[in-house]
């Protein structure tokens, strides 16, 4: 398998980066959606931020690096026989899904750096607070980052059942792609002599 992708194929590197992201951002949802319910006397109630905040820093870095990869790259193009509307409604979900993160990212920034602390990234490295005094800047981003994390798992899921779909009812290579599978032999033609 080839760095990049073809007309049939993605590349491993296309691969690799949407199955380090995809577990990542479940997790981060699951995470936060968990440290709203904690209490001030919980053990995790320092700890748990600190892993989202770390966790979401480094998939930022991977999401602009998919993000450029995507511009060098070609995605390969959709499956023989697939309507014109589905392969649009995919391209359109990524962008959605592209875009969701970005806002997301940038108004958990938001959040942590309202008060003009840095992020610590798992003691490795800092990043600075660059934007704050907004006024009700934490409560703001804080609508907006839950509201946008809701939509794009919403989307997650849409994207998903699609995958899944292509996958058992279409019966089309199109999970398979994005597995680094190579796509099935076509049976529909074989002849089977008795």
């Given at each position: 398998?080839?760095?990049?992708g073809s007309?049939?194929q993605?590349g491993?590197?296309a691969?690799?980066?949407?199955?380090?992201m995809?577990?990542?951002i479940?997790?981060?949802?699951?995470?936060?959606?968990?440290?709203?319910s904690?209490?001030?006397?919980?053990?995790?109630?320092?700890?748990?931020?600190i892993l989202?905040k770390?966790?979401?820093?480094l998939?930022?870095a991977v999401?602009?690096?998919?993000?450029l990869?995507k511009?060098m790259?070609?995605?390969?193009?959709a499956?023989a026989?697939?309507p014109?509307?589905?392969?649009?409604?995919?391209?359109?979900?990524?962008?959605?899904?592209?875009?969701?993160?970005l806002v997301?990212?940038?108004?958990?920034?938001?959040?942590?750096?309202a008060?003009?602390?840095?992020i610590e990234?798992f003691?490795?490295?800092?990043?600075?607070?660059t934007?704050?005094?907004?006024?009700h800047?934490?409560?703001?981003?804080?609508?907006?980052?839950?509201f946008?994390?809701?939509s794009?798992?919403?989307?997650?899921s849409?994207h998903?059942?699609?995958?899944?779909?292509?996958?058992?009812i279409?019966r089309?290579?199109?999970?398979r792609?994005m597995?680094g599978l190579?796509?099935?032999?076509?049976n529909?033609?074989?002849?089977?002599?008795?």
């Amino acid at each position: 398998m080839s760095v990049r992708g073809s007309k049939t194929q993605y590349g491993w590197l296309a691969i690799v980066l949407h199955w380090l992201m995809a577990p990542a951002i479940i997790g981060l949802f699951f995470l936060g959606w968990w440290m709203r319910s904690l209490t001030y006397y919980d053990a995790w109630y320092r700890e748990g931020p600190i892993l989202h905040k770390s966790i979401g820093i480094l998939l930022l870095a991977v999401l602009l690096v998919r993000l450029l990869w995507k511009l060098m790259d070609r995605s390969p193009a959709a499956e023989a026989g697939t309507p014109r509307w589905q392969a649009l409604a995919a391209r359109l979900t990524h962008v959605a899904l592209y875009a969701l993160l970005l806002v997301i990212m940038t108004s958990g920034y938001l959040i942590s750096t309202a008060d003009g602390r840095p992020i610590e990234v798992f003691d490795w490295f800092s990043v600075p607070a660059t934007i704050q005094g907004i006024v009700h800047q934490e409560d703001i981003a804080g609508q907006v980052h839950k509201f946008l994390a809701w939509s794009l798992m919403a989307l997650v899921s849409l994207h998903a059942l699609a995958a899944l779909k292509h996958h058992f009812i279409d019966r089309d290579a199109t999970l398979r792609r994005m597995l680094g599978l190579a796509p099935k032999p076509d049976n529909s033609t074989t002849l089977t002599t008795q």
